[in-house]
């Protein structure tokens, strides 16, 4: 749900110039086009990371130190990312974050050693902080006008852009070097940018989310902040996962199961696939179903999935697990972020955000250390661990959830 904003200031959605309000619809599309870019660059980085880490020689643990530098970049801008958009509006953030993800993504394979891939990485992961928190902040006062719990949705499409980013990594893998197609994806984004930022940029509120942003609190009592805390370790527990499989599923069947290249990138092209259903069917689900159910049986669906893919001696067996772990996945995170919007808004959205994406970008130097020390398969049955947590979790904090409605 939208910010409340001081008098004389932009909205979460963009600023109250003159003209036209942009109806929910058109601003809907609009981010719709980012959410799916936002996706496709990730997964086009993704998938190049056993390339990547060949090229600069780096070990398990020197992997997982230089993605830390990811993680460091993502977090910290995450909290920044809040209160620039509550200056400016959540729009115009996603539109230049978007620019500089789209630029930033053509560092890695630039790089030597794993201290200079951290360093890019760091630039990289504040770029894709950004651009998560902001669209989330989007998204969610775009929902509220709606009336209608359409985040799954938004991040189905982002599920999409990965799927389709890592499908073309899968089939370019083995014919262009890491180099040649993250600068594709590069002038890809930046194409997307020019076509649908305009849109966002001249957003004008509808009367629709005007009216969401007077029934948003003003602050979090301390009671709410509990509850916004709650929804963020459900949505690590999950997004930790989702970070882990982006980062090492390619690696777990092309390491321990010889996989070859295209295939082990398949893997999370599949894993997307399923996160891409699943999420496009969240809001008949949650509308039939409600929060609580489709917290457990994801979280229950993803931990049984994600124990077959880290642990099956099979390439088929392991595809299998990963499918079955992204449709568990598929709901949990954009459930428990609109739901921090609902108690919170803007506030509630940028710290469920924040663990939640915290979550995703330590999972892999998490994985990267217990390979080492132990394996990686593993190492990757931590994921089962974390989802059936935040399936209790979710189970335990039902009646509390029951409180308010979340729109989102």
């Known amino acids: 749900m939208p910010k409340i904003n001081k008098p004389g200031t932009a909205v979460s959605g963009g600023s109250r110039g003159s003209g036209a309000p942009s109806s929910p619809s058109r601003l809907r599309t609009a981010l719709t086009l980012f959410f799916a870019l936002d996706g496709f660059l990730f997964a086009g980085w993704v998938v190049r990371i056993p390339a990547i880490k060949e090229q600069t020689g780096a070990s398990a643990s020197a992997l997982g130190l230089a993605l830390l530098g990811l993680s460091a970049g993502g977090v910290v801008t995450m909290t920044l990312t809040g209160r620039l958009c509550r200056r400016v509006g959540s729009l115009p953030v ?15 394979p630039l790089t030597r050693s794993p201290l200079a891939l951290g360093l890019v990485l760091l630039v990289f992961g504040a770029c894709y902080g950004a651009m998560s928190v902001s669209l989330n902040s989007s998204a969610v006062t775009v929902a509220a006008a709606l009336g209608r719990p359409v985040m ?27 180099t040649a197609h993250l600068l594709l994806l590069t002038a890809a984004g930046l194409l997307v940018t020019a076509v649908a930022g305009p849109v966002l940029l001249r957003a004008r509120p509808p ?19 509990g509850l916004v805390l709650i929804c963020g370790v459900i949505a690590l527990c999950t997004a930790y996962g989702e970070g882990a499989m982006a980062d090492w599923g390619a ?3 092309e390491q321990d199961l010889d996989a070859r290249p295209g ?17 496009l069917s969240g809001t008949f689900l949650l509308e039939r179903l409600g929060q609580t159910r489709v917290l457990v049986a994801g979280g229950t669906t993803a931990a049984a999935g994600m124990l077959l893919g880290a642990l099956a001696p099979s390439v088929g067996l392991v595809l ?20 921090a919007g609902a108690l919170a808004g803007p506030a509630g959205v940028a710290a469920a955000s924040t663990l939640g994406y915290g979550g995703m970008l330590l999972g892999p130097p998490t994985i990267g250390f217990l390979a080492d020390w132990l394996s990686l398969p593993v190492a990757l049955t931590t994921v089962s661990l974390l989802a059936a947590g935040a399936a209790l979790i979710g189970y335990a904090a039902r009646n509390a959830a029951a409180e308010r409605p979340a729109p989102g």
Do not use: C, K, W
């Open 94 to 108: 996603v539109v230049a974050s978007a620019a500089l993800m789209s630029l930033s993504i053509a560092l890695p």
């Open 152 to 178: 799954p949705v938004f991040q189905g499409v982002f599920s999409l852009g990965g799927m389709v980013g890592a499908g073309l990594g899968a089939l370019i893998a083995g014919g262009l070097s890491p």
């Open 207 to 225: 009367a629709a989310v005007r009216a969401a942003e007077d029934t948003t609190p003003r602050r979090m009592t301390r009671r709410t902040r």
């Open 251 to 253: 690696l777990h069947l």
């Open 263 to 279: 295939v082990a990138a398949l893997g999370y092209s599949l894993f997307a696939l399923a996160m891409t259903v699943g999420r």
């Open 320 to 339: 299998l697990g990963f499918g079955a772990a992204g449709l568990g996945l598929a709901n949990i995170f954009p459930v428990a972020v609109a739901r």
